[in-house]
């Protein structure tokens, strides 16, 4: 099993940026991919950015070239670093783990932008 963390929400600008961390119980090694998800208000849940083990990047067309994904091994930790924010990013944001075939979320962290 997988506990996932998340942190580094807020509230922001317009413009401004956030970094987002999600740690996870076990060693990053071991899980095949991360990614981190949003849901706004009324709104299904999507998919912002994941990235695999080896390191392959993926990106909704709403973030690229706004946010970038990365991992740390070593602190078996995910970030998720959210540049020239808009209004329209603002959502809970969620970090997932596929582990030995099972999906894991976090309980989620905030994200408001707003002047």
């Known amino acids: 099993q997988v506990q996932l963390v998340e942190s580094g929400g807020g509230l922001v600008q317009p413009g401004g940026s956030l970094r987002l961390s999600c740690q996870a119980s076990?060693?990053?090694?071991?899980?095949?991919?991360m990614g981190w998800y949003r849901q706004a208000p009324g709104k299904q849940r999507e998919l912002v950015a994941r990235?695999?083990?080896?390191?392959?990047?993926v990106y909704s067309d709403s973030v690229k070239g706004r946010f970038t994904i990365s991992r740390d091994n070593a602190k078996d930790t995910v970030y998720l670093q959210m540049n020239s924010l808009k209004p329209e990013d603002t959502a809970v944001y969620y970090c997932?783990?596929?582990?030995?075939?099972?999906?894991?979320w976090g309980p989620g962290t905030q994200v408001t932008v707003s002047s």
């Open positions: 990235i695999t083990g080896g390191g392959n990047t």
């Open positions: 997932n783990a596929l582990y030995i075939g099972y999906l894991y």
């Open positions: 076990v060693s990053i090694f071991s899980i095949y991919s």
